[in-house]
């Protein structure tokens, strides 16, 4: 089972902010959040992860609870080419291991 | 250019008949894994390999082998392909850094995919 709980589909107006929400209750000490997204069925590409402070790149920021049992990730202004699905998955900070993903939240960027 | 790459890109085959989806990687990444993807349930890994001759199951190895003789290269082998394998195939890659004296796990990168069809 998924480590992660996701909603199944959101939509975001363009030029607005996305919001998606992640759950991990179950995180340990030892795990970071990582956030992927798949355009299409093309490959996933990374977006950002992070441990417990909240992190931004270019592409997004993300905002971990300072439980660390959930997360957000904000696409500060979408645009079309934003519509895509988003993961969160977490994975053990320092050790190989295996990845679960679960299906993801769709995100619509509406015009 | 820093790429997994995989072939082929799409596949059609026939019940039995063994086949072979390669996945290659210039990034000298230690870890690397197969995913299948089908609507509604997401990526789910198959195997994954830590390094040269290490290898172990993921969520859902059953028909499926693999092998990792070299670093670059991950072959999937289907030995007697049926149609419930009938999915996209992923291939990626990762590896870790030092993060203060830490060895972190990185981003992964991920192939284009294998869309293959098993009738």
């Known amino acids: 089972d998924a480590k992660t709980t996701q909603p199944p589909s959101m939509d975001c107006a363009e030029g607005r902010a996305a919001n998606l929400p992640c759950n991990h209750s179950?995180?340990?000490?030892?795990?970071?959040v990582y956030w992927y997204r798949q355009i299409h069925s093309q490959g996933p590409q990374y977006i950002i992860h992070?441990?417990?402070n909240n992190e931004t790149n270019e592409m997004a920021s993300l905002i971990i609870t300072e439980d660390r049992k959930s997360s957000t990730l904000i696409l500060p202004h979408a645009t079309l080419r934003d519509t895509a699905v988003y993961y969160c998955?977490?994975?053990?900070?320092?050790?190989?291991?295996?990845?679960?993903f679960g299906p993801g939240t769709s995100l619509s960027v509406i015009p | 250019e820093a790429q997994v790459t995989q072939n082929p890109r799409y596949l059609i085959t026939v019940t039995g008949k063994k086949l072979t989806v390669t996945c290659s990687q210039n990034?000298?990444?230690?870890?690397m894994s197969w995913y299948r993807q089908d609507p509604g349930l997401g990526l789910r890994q198959i195997y994954y390999?830590?390094?040269?001759?290490?290898?172990d199951k993921g969520d859902v190895p059953e028909g499926y082998k693999v092998s990792r003789k070299e670093k670059r290269n991950f072959p999937l082998i289907l030995e007697s392909p049926s149609p419930n394998q009938t999915s996209l195939y992923f291939c990626?890659?990762?590896?870790?850094?030092?993060?203060?004296?830490?060895?972190?796990?990185?981003?992964?990168?991920f192939g284009q995919g294998t869309r293959l069809t098993v009738v």
């Open positions: 990626a890659s990762s590896f870790r850094r030092y993060g203060g004296t830490e060895l972190m796990n990185t981003e992964a990168f």
């Open positions: 179950t995180i340990s000490g030892n795990e970071y």
């Open positions: 992070g441990l417990k």
């Open positions: 998955i977490v994975r053990l900070k320092t050790s190989y291991d295996k990845v679960i």
């Open positions: 990034m000298n990444h230690e870890y």
């Open positions: 390999s830590m390094n040269v001759e290490v290898t």
